[in-house]
């Protein structure tokens, strides 16, 4: 804020009028504000476009049907004989709500089928249990998904 100063003070010319002095310890905030919204307008225009992700031409088939709806995965880590937990897509579930989670994700989908990815040092007694939830949660089909071999054994 400016202070008024006495003219008595002012200098050798006599009286001159109230002077107005400036504080230069205040900062003058109009031109920071001026400042932080252009740069909330840069970032606003360009986030956007750093969510475009990589356009890919993917290739046709003639025989190939179109999915109806991304497929549902559940892949159990090589801690499940521990932990008693397997991921069903991006969710972790406890092993005893399997089926019932199943259940539900399933209901409002037309196809039944579930890709299973088990890691390769979990017994077949362990893929066997996780399959019968998958069962008892109404899954039609189950693939098995794996990784391709350079040469077989």
């Known amino acids: 804020m400016a202070k008024l100063h006495d003219a ?8 001159r009028g109230p002077r107005v002095a400036s504080n230069l310890s205040e900062i003058n905030v109009v ?6 919204l252009v740069l909330l307008i840069i ?8 969510q475009q992700g990589y356009g890919v031409t993917l290739p046709e088939s003639r025989q190939s049907q179109p999915m109806e709806s991304t497929p549902i995965s559940v892949s159990v880590a090589a801690d499940f004989a521990r932990t008693g937990v397997v991921r069903l897509g991006d969710e972790e579930v406890k092993l005893s709500l399997l089926a019932e989670r199943v259940r539900q994700l399933l209901e409002s989908r037309t196809d039944k089928n579930v890709y299973l990815r088990m890691d390769g040092t979990l017994t077949v007694q362990d893929e066997m249990g996780v399959l019968d939830l998958l069962k008892q949660g109404g899954v039609v089909n189950v693939g098995i998904a794996t990784r391709p071999g350079g040469s077989g054994r």
Request: aromatic share 4%; charged share 20%; proline share 9%.
């Open 31 to 36: 031109p920071l504000v001026d400042v932080m």
């Open 43 to 50: 970032f606003m225009v360009t986030a956007p476009m750093m």
């Open 8 to 15: 008595t003070t002012v200098g050798r010319r006599g009286r």
